[in-house]
């Protein structure tokens, strides 16, 4: 069966196709009397939507959300919030050659073998276009938590990282490259743009930390926060690895080294590192929440594929249309979108449990 719902108290399902009439998602668990109106979720939107600069899609989608249910006088009321975006901006003419053929890296093969057919015009319900949902939904979720701060930032394009020592959180705003560090972001503007032209493209990995997470948020063994980060990273489009805290790092390290050495604090415990990612047993030990993402190279390009037909033939195909040479790039608003949806997730089954 299809799954389009994510999460247990606080949960949001999405729907639509990329070049369908619109887009939406219905947000549900979410506890009444917060503030939320269409302000406070187009900023994340108008982030992550395409069109911006010549390093993403140039689609052109204002990304305009509509509140249709849930809110009544600025406030939620406990039921379900209905979210409305329209596409206006399809070209389905750029996918008629691809209508019978499946290209690689994508998902057209693995929807035709699933369900019989496939909606080839953008991938359907396998593109990226569904993200703007997760983003407008975990705005919604940051209304739920607002103790917590969540920052996002690109760590490596293309093989090429970023230097902590250059880490400056105001630099991320200021480039295209959500990228923290000024000296990494001149490069990658050379390194993308010189994919873009050759019609190929570039992988990336996104950094994620969280702050103000409370310890004591998560559960033991089958809802691990953990766990959970893992599989609502894993389901954004494109992302094929994800790591908490030092990640498989952790493997090349000794016991001491790996170690979150604690001392007596004024307010609980104080940390000598973490390399555990904020999360031990699957709970939250209140230091700050840190995954990275690992986002594939569009497979949307230029150079021609070996590939085959619907009918078993083989052919070559070359991706036409409007496709980011960097897909991370816009992936990192999905990326923090995620995180607080988990989170918030997470706080409403605590207090369900422990008050």
């Known amino acids: 069966m299809s799954w389009n719902t994510f999460g247990r108290i606080l949960r949001f399902t999405t729907w639509g196709e990329s070049h369908g009439p619109a887009i939406g998602a219905v947000v549900d668990g979410c506890p009444p009397g917060l503030a939320l109106a269409e302000e406070d979720i187009q900023p994340f939107l108008d982030a992550r939507k395409p069109g911006q600069n010549k390093f993403t899609t ?41 209508a019978k053929s499946y290209r690689p890296g994508h998902a057209d093969y693995a929807y035709d073998a699933k ?7 953008g991938g359907g319900r396998s593109s990226a276009r569904e993200t703007a949902m997760r983003v407008a939904a975990g705005a919604v979720a940051r209304q739920v938590m607002p103790e917590v701060t969540i920052l996002a930032y690109v760590a490596e394009i293309g093989g090429d990282a970023i230097d902590p020592g250059n880490f400056d959180a105001d630099e991320i705003a200021r480039n ?13 503007e050379a390194l993308v743009d010189e994919a873009r032209k050759a019609g190929s493209s570039l992988g990336a990995v996104v950094e994620c930390v969280a702050t103000g997470v409370p310890a004591g948020w998560g559960a033991p063994i089958y809802a691990k ?22 990640g498989f790092g952790a493997a090349r390290l000794t016991g001491e080294e790996n170690a979150d050495a604690m ?25 700050p929440v840190i995954c990275r993402v690992a ?61």
């Open 58 to 98: 140039q689609r052109n989608e204002p990304d305009a959300v509509r509140i249709l249910s849930g809110v009544f006088e600025g406030r939620t009321t406990g039921t379900s919030i209905g979210l409305l975006i329209e596409n206006t901006d399809q070209r389905s003419k750029d996918y008629s050659e691809i």
């Open 115 to 121: 369900y019989g057919l496939r909606d080839y015009r």
């Open 176 to 188: 295209p490259f959500w990228c923290p560090d000024a000296a990494a972001a001149k490069r990658w």
């Open 225 to 246: 926060l953990d766990a959970d980060l893992a599989a609502g990273m894993m389901s954004i489009n494109a992302v094929k690895g994800v790591e908490i805290g030092d």
């Open 263 to 287: 001392s007596p604090g004024e307010d609980g415990p104080e940390f000598a590192a973490n390399h555990a990612g904020g999360i031990a047993g699957g709970i939250a030990t209140g230091q």
């Open 295 to 355: 986002f594939k190279p569009t497979s949307s390009i230029l150079t021609p594929v070996d590939s085959i037909t619907r009918e078993g033939e083989a052919t070559q195909v070359r991706t036409k249309g409007r496709h980011d040479p960097c897909v991370g790039i816009r992936g990192t608003p999905v990326v923090e979108a995620m995180m607080a949806l988990v989170l918030a997730d997470h706080k409403l089954l605590h207090r369900a449990q422990c008050g």
